[in-house]
């Protein structure tokens, strides 16, 4: 899963399209987090959507007294590799991006402090406070050196989009 979140993000980057970061939050915000244990410590391999059962004594309390049905879902679970631990640390590094026009992006919206040098090596600090995905409202406080213009662009999540296109 964190290969295929950095899968979309580099899309992205290459591509310009946004969509491949509403995937990168798909995963991120649902899939990613189902898959590891409670307590941080294992990850399920073999998950799907709604999955009943996610701990081995979960599996134990739901499973018949026959060997076939412990095997197969033990097979799904392991100690979590050190990628996985690390996989929203490198999420977040995607966060704001340079732009072809000197300045920034939001790519992936998060809390989260940047300092970028943008146009004409003018540096720009930007503090992003929200709850996104869990509330609607993002606060962008942006502070420059000198006045001037600083390109930035905003990125409208897809869930965004399709409420647009819903109430047309």
């Given amino acids: ?42 990850l399920h391999y073999l998950t799907c959507p709604n999955q009943g059962a996610l701990t081995w004594e979960q599996i134990a309390r739901r499973a018949e007294p026959r060997h076939d049905v412990l095997v197969q879902p033990r097979r799904g679970l392991s100690l979590l590799p050190a990628q996985c631990r690390d996989g929203l640390a490198v999420h977040a590094e995607e966060l704001w991006l ?50 001037g213009e600083v390109p930035l662009k905003l990125r409208i999540p897809g869930l965004v989009r399709r409420c647009e296109r819903q109430s047309e």
């Fill in 98 to 147: 340079a732009t072809a026009d000197h300045g920034l992006a939001a790519s992936i919206y998060c809390a989260s402090d940047v300092t970028a040098n943008v146009a004409d090596g003018q540096e720009v600090k930007i503090s992003e406070q929200t709850d996104y995905p869990f509330s609607d409202t993002i606060e962008l406080k942006i502070g420059t050196e000198k006045s």
């Fill in 1 to 42: 899963m964190v290969e295929y979140m950095h899968s979309f993000e580099m899309l992205e980057k290459i591509t310009g399209d946004p969509r491949w970061i509403d995937h990168c939050e798909d995963v991120a915000f649902n899939s990613f987090p189902a898959a590891q244990t409670a307590d941080l410590k294992g």
